[in-house]
């Protein structure tokens, strides 16, 4: 006799056909059906050929039968639901009014408590172990729940739903009815991946440190995050939704969730949504353990991990900081209150990261996903303080402890480059920016990408090179109140007491015309700091750019200046021009020293205390040895 003869002979009472089953539903009944993925569709058939009517059906994102019924008489089938979005054809007239707006965490409690009463559940579940405990598999989420609060609970038995591990399980006592039905479980496509999602994936995983504890909101970023990933070690799971690119990670050494505080080496999740590969990855698999949402998502328990990083996706952004979640930039789902949920633990845990990720630019329309304000309709998922990062294939911003005005800089750095000027007239004209503000396109995308590099410099210091960012207002400030009267007076030639907005934003704002302007930041990302700056600028009529430097003292000796003279150097010479120029007091020892050592023959003009330096790319002291 096999196992599944055992299991039938020992709930040979529950077991019914699904026509009988469904004459248990009683008309004006609320019911919870198993979601998307794990949708029972043999016991909603079943429904459909019934008599019943008047019925409410709850789902926690709409799977493709249960959506049918509902788009169709609307005296049998209704739908209510905790995300908009999901599996269902776009020309469906399911709409925002059905949505119930709590966080994920929340939903369980509201079951219990019977705020949202279910009369009957009916949620697909495994074959039963040796115990004859069934497993709800891919959907623990807040069927758990459902199953604990209803009044009746019909459990569709399928052979080919998984067995998960953790807190999965349903005693056989508390299934009312059983039904047996063999059913592909639903799967869900690859998306493809372009290169601007390529390119936030980049940025991402940037912002990924090693020992780090993942959360990736369902969507192709954890897939497209994967090339970026392969270095990085002792990476662990805890997260909603466990999807297909995951396994990829576990089984690359990637991810062995060995810093986890709690669950150490266990990936976290509440349900499964991919692939049969996927499916097949997770049945009787020790590594993965799905718990129900209000445990696995109350911020408390997310904060517990240290260095928690939740990634998600984003339909909007506005200037200040404030989210708007929705679909047309990856698959997504808006009004995902877990999302939320990471958030928020990843702010409350040590030294954990909120990180929001969108394209520039709407996929279909072409706007801009970086607005001044959202319309009417627009659902704020995320507030200001719940997000540490927006990244677009722009850049990352980084909006922790900023004033609304750094913020709205910051965001229109990472807009489009189409939208940026008049993102900023909006910022203005609603008072989030100074109204003298300015910002211009100060150079090309792809020169940023490429002057963007991590450098060690002499005596290991470990510092960031990049062009510099109209939002850099502030650590330029603070650079120049860190120097000495006498380095102020080198750079400036005069004792220059301040520097204020309008003198500041001259620095930050150089146009690529105009010259070029590069930093040297060091520290961790949420208290960076500019050590070191240096710029050419471009005279109409004169060959030679002047160049400037500004180096933090605390750092001087350590090579910063000449690195980056010889950065200026490479982007000078491939912009076509011939040399430079530099006028430096002949007190300044140690930046005269800085041009004596280039390898360029150099020509003085000295006046009363200072000297001007002058440089051709092409004339090289080495030539006039030879000679």
């Known amino acids: ?190 998306e493809p991946l372009g290169e601007t999602e390529r390119t936030i994936s980049a940025y991402v995983s940037d912002l990924i440190e090693d020992g780090s504890i993942l959360q990736f909101g369902f969507a192709g970023i954890s897939r497209g995050l994967m090339d970026f990933l392969k270095d990085h070690r002792r990476l662990g799971i805890h997260t909603e939704i466990f999807t297909d690119p995951l396994i990829d990670l576990i089984e690359s050494g990637v991810v062995d969730n060995s810093t986890k505080n709690l669950y150490r080496g266990k990936s976290l999740a509440t349900s499964c949504m991919g692939t049969r590969r996927l499916y097949d990855y997770v049945h009787d698999n020790p590594l993965i353990e799905l718990y129900p949402a209000d445990t ?115 965001m229109i750095e990472i807009a489009h480059p189409d939208h940026r000027e008049e993102l900023m007239k909006s910022a203005r004209e609603s008072g989030y920016v100074y109204p003298d503000q300015v910002y211009y396109r100060i150079c090309s995308p792809e020169l940023r990408r490429r002057i963007r590099t991590d450098r060690i410099f002499k005596g290991g210091i470990k510092g960031h090179v990049r062009v510099i960012k109209s939002s850099d207002e502030t650590m330029l400030r603070d650079l120049f109140y860190n120097l000495s009267e006498e380095s102020v007076y080198f750079r400036y030639f005069s004792a220059r007491r301040s520097m204020p907005h309008r003198n500041l934003q001259q620095y930050v704002n150089v146009v690529e015309e105009d010259g070029l302007s590069m930093v040297v930041t060091m520290g961790p990302r949420e208290d960076r700091k500019i050590i070191a700056e240096a710029r050419y600028m471009i005279t109409p009529g ?63 003009n000295s006046m009363e205390d200072m000297v001007s330096l002058t440089w051709r790319f092409d004339e090289f002291k080495s030539d006039r040895k030879e000679s």
């Open 1 to 190: 006799m096999n196992q599944i003869t055992r299991w039938q002979e020992k709930f040979a009472s529950k077991l019914v056909p699904p026509a009988e089953v469904a004459r248990k539903v009683k008309n004006g009944d609320r019911i919870y059906v198993g979601s998307m993925c794990s949708e029972p569709k043999t016991i909603l058939a079943a429904l459909e050929q019934s008599y019943v009517e008047d019925v409410e059906m709850l789902q926690f994102i709409r799977g493709t039968e249960a959506s049918r019924l509902a788009a169709g008489d609307w005296g049998r089938f209704r739908m209510k639901t905790f995300c908009v979005g999901g599996a269902s054809d776009e020309s469906d007239s399911m709409s925002e009014y059905n949505y119930i707006p709590l966080y994920h965490s929340q939903i369980p409690a509201f079951f219990r408590n019977r705020r949202i009463p279910i009369d009957v559940a009916i949620v697909q579940v495994s074959e039963p172990d040796r115990f004859g405990r069934f497993s709800l598999g891919i959907s623990v989420d807040f069927s758990a729940a459902a199953v604990e609060s209803a009044r009746m609970v019909i459990a569709q038995v399928n052979p080919l739903m998984p067995r998960t591990l953790g807190d999965s399980f349903i005693a056989g006592d508390r299934i009312d009815y059983l039904v047996e039905a063999t059913e592909p479980l639903g799967e869900l496509p690859e």
């Open 296 to 410: 696995l998502l109350n911020p408390a328990f997310i904060a517990q991990n240290d260095r928690m990083v939740a990634v998600n996706l984003a339909m909007q952004v506005d200037l200040r900081g404030q989210i708007r979640q929705g679909t047309p930039n990856w698959t997504a789902f808006e009004g995902s209150g877990g999302d939320s949920d990471f958030m928020r633990g990843a702010t409350l845990s040590r030294d954990g990261r909120s990180i929001i990720c969108l394209r520039s630019s709407s996929l279909k329309s072409g706007r801009s996903t970086i607005v001044p304000t959202f319309g009417p309709k627009a659902a704020v998922m995320m507030n200001r303080g719940e997000v540490n990062y927006v990244v677009t294939e722009y850049g990352i911003a980084y909006l922790g402890g900023k004033c609304i005005r750094d913020r709205a800089m910051a």
């Open 542 to 604: 004169d060959p030679y750019p002047d160049v400037a430097f500004m180096v933090d003292e605390n750092y001087r000796g350590h090579g910063l200046a000449s690195a980056l003279l010889r950065y200026l150097e490479e982007i000078g010479k491939e912009r076509g021009i011939l040399g430079f120029r530099a006028e430096v007091l002949l007190s300044n020892r140690p930046m005269i020293k800085v041009f004596e050592k280039l390898p360029y023959v150099l020509h003085r």
